[in-house]
């Protein structure tokens, strides 16, 4: 006969489909996707660290001052006198230095391209921080199947992320005195779609009641925060263009943008094809990044309030609006007072938290209604393959 524990304890059906997948069983398997866990926050960390960081480069103007790639002997910095000498007339050959900053001392240069050396220093260690333990972990067996393609695939985004990051500083070496804000807004986006892949991977590896929460809501609620997610990311790259057309410091007026608050379309498609005013025309892409911040705002107000209603991920939701709130408010206070690096700083590091809480609300809703959907059919296995796959 069995014992009265067992009889009284069955193991969950969700239990027996995880240890089915680990010869070692459940215990072993959680252990594992737990160490994965905290590897990939660990990763997120340093990601985030790595925005922080490029954003402070581009607002000393210090992401043009090496301009060379390298990406092995580029390591280590300059050490002697002599060392210091040769990476400063390389700088003096960029544009950069001929129209803005000829005359510069060498301790001025030496500020600047610490910057730009640590930012590229920590690409550098995130890529072995991810790489490294990705290798042990699949070699350990330790990786469920389909997790590997989507780890993988995030490790190739982030090579590809060092390619842009030089694309774009080579934009900047010839002929301009800044990098091109195209390819500034793209290498933005890149690195904060790789923290929401990471993010959102790292939050699927949770247990379920640490996920879902209780019960499911309407479907619409998981598609309005996948929504405002997609539009956060959007509005990022747009801070990127007007950021790298410096359009803050053409139009620092609010609520209304050259004298109006919908400007003339005259004004707003000066350019011609029409396309190029979202590219070179600094009054549409600071109208338009103005734009998108009131939709995002009022859509996060809005699906938090249909959260509460349905009392259903309520507290990410209304927390998302108060962060998406203040992000809004430090963007309105940076144009006013003319874009100190101090306030232009807190505007991106709040948009980096509103990116991760995005994220965050986002999986959890996505996985409530899954895990929903799961228990009402009694299929144990789709829920264990859940656990195992965002």
Same mark, same amino acid.
């Given at each position: 006969?069995?014992?009265?524990?067992e009889?009284?304890?069955?193991?969950?059906r969700?239990?027996e489909?995880?240890?089915?997948?680990?010869?070692?069983?459940?215990?072993?398997?959680?252990a594992?996707?737990? &160490?994965?866990?905290?590897?990939l926050?660990a990763?997120?960390?340093?990601l985030?660290?790595?925005?922080?960081?490029g954003?402070?480069?581009? $607002?000393?103007?210090?992401?043009?001052?090496?301009?060379?790639?390298?990406?092995?002997?580029?390591v280590?910095?300059?050490v002697s006198?002599?060392?210091?000498?040769?990476?400063?007339?390389?700088?003096?050959?960029?544009?950069?230095?001929?129209?803005?900053n000829?005359g510069?001392t060498?301790?001025?240069?030496?500020?600047?391209?610490?910057?730009?050396?640590a930012?590229?220093l920590l690409?550098?260690?995130?890529?072995?921080?991810?790489?490294?333990?990705?290798v042990?972990?699949? $070699?350990?067996?330790?990786?469920e199947?389909?997790?590997?393609?989507?780890?993988?695939f995030?490790?190739?985004?982030g090579?590809?992320?060092?390619?842009?990051?030089w694309w774009?500083?080579?934009?900047?070496?010839?002929?301009?005195i800044?990098?091109?804000?195209?390819?500034?807004?793209?290498?933005?986006?890149?690195?904060?779609?790789?923290?929401?892949?990471?993010?959102?991977?790292?939050?699927?590896?949770?247990?379920a009641?640490? #996920?879902?929460?209780?019960? &499911?809501?309407?479907?619409r609620l998981?598609?309005?925060?996948?929504? #405002?997610?997609g539009?956060?990311?959007?509005?990022i790259? *747009?801070?990127?263009?007007?950021?790298g $057309?410096?359009?803050?410091?053409?139009?620092?007026?609010?609520?209304?943008?050259?004298?109006?608050f919908?400007?003339?379309?005259?004004? *707003?498609l000066?350019? @011609?094809?029409?396309?190029?005013?979202?590219?070179?025309?600094?009054?549409?892409v600071q109208f338009?990044?103005?734009?998108?911040?009131?939709?995002?705002?009022g859509?996060?107000?809005l699906?938090?309030?249909?959260?509460?209603?349905?009392d259903?991920?309520?507290?990410?939701?209304?927390?998302?609006?108060?962060?998406?709130?203040m992000?809004?408010?430090?963007?309105?206070?940076?144009? $006013?007072?003319?874009?100190p #690096?101090?306030?232009?700083?807190? @505007?991106q590091?709040?948009?980096?938290?509103a990116?991760?809480?995005?994220?965050?609300h986002?999986?959890?809703l996505?996985?409530?209604?899954?895990?929903?959907v799961?228990?009402?059919?009694?299929?144990a296995r789709?829920m264990?393959?859940?656990f195992?796959?965002a």
């Amino acid at each position: 006969m069995r014992p009265l524990s067992e009889k009284k304890n069955p193991p969950s059906r969700a239990t027996e489909a995880e240890g089915a997948q680990s010869p070692t069983g459940p215990a072993t398997a959680s252990a594992h996707r737990r &160490a994965i866990r905290v590897w990939l926050w660990a990763v997120a960390a340093l990601l985030v660290l790595m925005v922080m960081v490029g954003g402070a480069t581009r $607002l000393t103007d210090s992401g043009l001052s090496i301009v060379e790639w390298r990406p092995v002997t580029g390591v280590l910095p300059p050490v002697s006198a002599t060392a210091w000498a040769v990476e400063f007339d390389k700088y003096k050959t960029s544009s950069e230095y001929e129209f803005i900053n000829k005359g510069m001392t060498l301790d001025e240069f030496k500020r600047i391209y610490w910057w730009e050396w640590a930012h590229r220093l920590l690409g550098r260690l995130i890529g072995a921080a991810f790489l490294l333990p990705l290798v042990f972990f699949q $070699l350990r067996g330790w990786i469920e199947p389909k997790l590997k393609g989507r780890l993988w695939f995030i490790f190739a985004l982030g090579a590809l992320q060092g390619a842009i990051g030089w694309w774009m500083v080579a934009s900047g070496l010839v002929e301009r005195i800044d990098v091109a804000q195209e390819r500034l807004a793209i290498h933005l986006t890149t690195a904060c779609i790789i923290l929401v892949a990471v993010i959102w991977t790292a939050r699927s590896l949770a247990k379920a009641n640490r #996920i879902a929460g209780s019960g &499911a809501g309407p479907r619409r609620l998981a598609v309005a925060a996948a929504a #405002i997610l997609g539009l956060l990311v959007a509005q990022i790259a *747009l801070g990127g263009m007007v950021a790298g $057309l410096k359009a803050g410091l053409v139009y620092d007026t609010w609520p209304l943008i050259d004298g109006a608050f919908i400007p003339p379309r005259a004004h *707003l498609l000066s350019l @011609h094809p029409v396309w190029m005013n979202l590219l070179d025309n600094h009054l549409a892409v600071q109208f338009t990044h103005r734009m998108v911040g009131y939709l995002l705002l009022g859509l996060a107000v809005l699906h938090a309030a249909d959260c509460t209603y349905h009392d259903h991920g309520r507290a990410g939701a209304i927390a998302l609006a108060g962060v998406l709130l203040m992000q809004a408010t430090l963007g309105i206070l940076t144009l $006013l007072w003319h874009v100190p #690096i101090s306030l232009a700083l807190a @505007h991106q590091s709040v948009a980096v938290v509103a990116l991760i809480m995005a994220t965050l609300h986002a999986a959890n809703l996505r996985a409530g209604k899954a895990s929903a959907v799961v228990s009402g059919d009694g299929n144990a296995r789709a829920m264990a393959e859940h656990f195992s796959a965002a």
